[in-house]
């Protein structure tokens, strides 16, 4: 059976999407309970979206001067972007690993991801590399920031030295901010290139409402002219996702600091589990994501077969690497911890006798 089949017609722990199945604030439900009751969804929703929503957007990305576009899910402003900005053969600055999705979206579009490799220390860009891979056929860098999958974040210095290259060269720059809030510290491109940023922004993992499929593209007017062609949203997105991404914005100041708190408990237990496991580790720690990745290289076990072994034996839903590298996913498994932290501890309890069981 697929693993996915078999996870959503199993109770398993989830680790496997990044998605954030931690309390966050009841006001969410009780918004899309409201518009049930009252039907709200007779109707379409107005085509710019609910009243207060964009605004509360710009306001967590602290840029007023900046414009929105409702999406369904961060995914489908990441394609929005590249059908927009992307001729033939144009090349965007790319990682691997990376969320491989974006470098489809990309080729659909004809242009090149270059496919960087970071899976080596400093487990991320650096300007150096960046500047190297510019050519007169860059059209974007791809900051994904925080990384998936690695959990890697950036400093304020680094984004500044990206940005610095994407105004010397005429670029843009991508800025996927999926997992900004899980971060000790996030600086926005728009700090240093406003007129060349774009963002793709979602409440999927911060806000735990991935199955709303909410986004939003945001962008400086200039640039937001052209990517609108190819918003098929003309009658804006599911309306129950837009109250409920209202809610979540409007009180995440109340509840993220405990999302974030127990995402860090539950890296320190996965960490001292990973440390009495011969031969394998974690390449970076601690995470500044919701995830990060386990490498089981020097083991000689297949990613596949380890996430084979937790989820049909354990009911235990990691994800193996080929999902996110091309080069580099036969070497770890990917697993989020942005659950209860007693799916952590299972993980925990099972994974060191299941890498033994596979090592032998």
């Given at each position: 059976?697929?693993?996915f089949?078999?996870?959503?017609?199993?109770?398993?722990v989830?680790?496997?999407?990044?998605?954030?199945?931690?309390?966050?604030?009841?006001?969410?439900?009780?918004?899309?309970?409201?518009?049930?009751?009252?039907?709200e969804?007779?109707n379409?929703p107005?085509?710019k979206?609910?009243f207060?929503?964009?605004?509360?957007?710009?306001?967590d990305l602290?840029?007023?001067?900046?414009?929105v576009i409702?999406?369904?899910?961060?995914?489908?402003a990441?394609?929005?972007?590249m059908?927009?900005?992307?001729?033939?053969?144009d090349e965007?600055?790319?990682?691997d690993p990376?969320y491989?999705?974006?470098?489809h979206?990309?080729e659909t579009?004809?242009?090149?991801?270059?496919?960087?490799?970071?899976y080596?220390?400093p487990w991320k860009?650096?300007p150096?590399?960046?500047n190297?891979?510019?050519?007169?056929?860059t059209?974007?860098?791809?900051?994904?920031?925080p990384i998936?999958?690695?959990?890697?974040g950036?400093?304020?210095?680094?984004?500044?030295?990206?940005?610095?290259i994407?105004?010397?060269n005429?670029?843009?720059?991508l800025?996927d901010?999926?997992?900004?809030d899980?971060?000790?510290?996030h600086?926005?491109?728009?700090?240093?290139a406003?007129?060349?940023t774009?963002i793709?922004?979602?409440?999927?993992?911060?806000?735990?409402?991935?199955?709303?499929?909410?986004?939003?593209?945001?962008a400086?007017?200039?640039?937001?002219?052209?990517?609108?062609?190819?918003?098929?949203?003309?009658?804006?997105?599911?309306?129950?996702?837009?109250?409920?991404?209202?809610?979540?914005?409007?009180?995440?100041?109340?509840?993220?600091?405990?999302v974030?708190k127990?995402?860090?408990?539950?890296?320190?237990i996965?960490?001292?589990?990973?440390?009495?496991t011969?031969?394998?580790?974690?390449?970076?720690?601690?995470s500044?994501?919701?995830?990060f990745?386990?490498?089981?290289?020097?083991?000689k076990i297949?990613?596949?077969?380890?996430?084979?072994?937790?989820?049909?034996?354990?009911?235990?839903f990691?994800?193996?690497?080929?999902?996110v590298s091309?080069?580099?996913?036969?070497?770890?498994?990917?697993?989020?911890?942005?659950?209860?932290?007693?799916g952590?501890?299972?993980?925990?309890?099972?994974?060191?006798?299941?890498?033994?069981?596979?090592?032998?």
């Amino acid at each position: 059976m697929d693993p996915f089949e078999y996870a959503h017609k199993h109770k398993v722990v989830w680790m496997a999407q990044n998605t954030n199945l931690l309390p966050t604030t009841p006001k969410i439900k009780e918004a899309v309970i409201k518009s049930l009751d009252e039907e709200e969804y007779n109707n379409y929703p107005y085509k710019k979206g609910i009243f207060g929503l964009k605004e509360a957007i710009l306001d967590d990305l602290g840029l007023p001067d900046f414009e929105v576009i409702l999406t369904g899910g961060g995914t489908e402003a990441l394609y929005i972007i590249m059908r927009a900005m992307l001729k033939d053969n144009d090349e965007v600055i790319t990682s691997d690993p990376s969320y491989f999705i974006i470098h489809h979206f990309i080729e659909t579009s004809k242009g090149i991801p270059t496919n960087l490799p970071i899976y080596k220390n400093p487990w991320k860009y650096t300007p150096e590399q960046i500047n190297e891979a510019v050519n007169e056929k860059t059209k974007m860098i791809l900051l994904i920031d925080p990384i998936n999958p690695l959990g890697t974040g950036y400093s304020r210095d680094e984004v500044k030295a990206i940005c610095e290259i994407a105004n010397d060269n005429n670029l843009f720059v991508l800025n996927d901010i999926t997992y900004r809030d899980f971060a000790d510290n996030h600086t926005l491109t728009a700090e240093f290139a406003p007129e060349r940023t774009i963002i793709a922004y979602s409440v999927s993992k911060n806000c735990g409402m991935a199955g709303m499929r909410t986004g939003a593209l945001v962008a400086p007017p200039e640039l937001m002219h052209g990517m609108r062609v190819f918003n098929t949203n003309d009658l804006s997105i599911n309306i129950l996702g837009q109250r409920a991404a209202l809610a979540a914005l409007e009180t995440k100041n109340e509840w993220m600091p405990n999302v974030k708190k127990t995402t860090r408990n539950n890296q320190k237990i996965i960490k001292k589990c990973v440390d009495k496991t011969d031969g394998v580790f974690l390449p970076v720690y601690p995470s500044q994501a919701n995830m990060f990745l386990i490498d089981i290289g020097e083991r000689k076990i297949k990613p596949e077969e380890l996430q084979n072994k937790l989820l049909y034996e354990h009911n235990i839903f990691v994800r193996a690497g080929n999902y996110v590298s091309k080069s580099f996913g036969n070497r770890f498994i990917r697993t989020s911890f942005s659950i209860p932290e007693e799916g952590v501890k299972k993980f925990a309890d099972v994974f060191p006798r299941v890498v033994e069981e596979l090592g032998k």
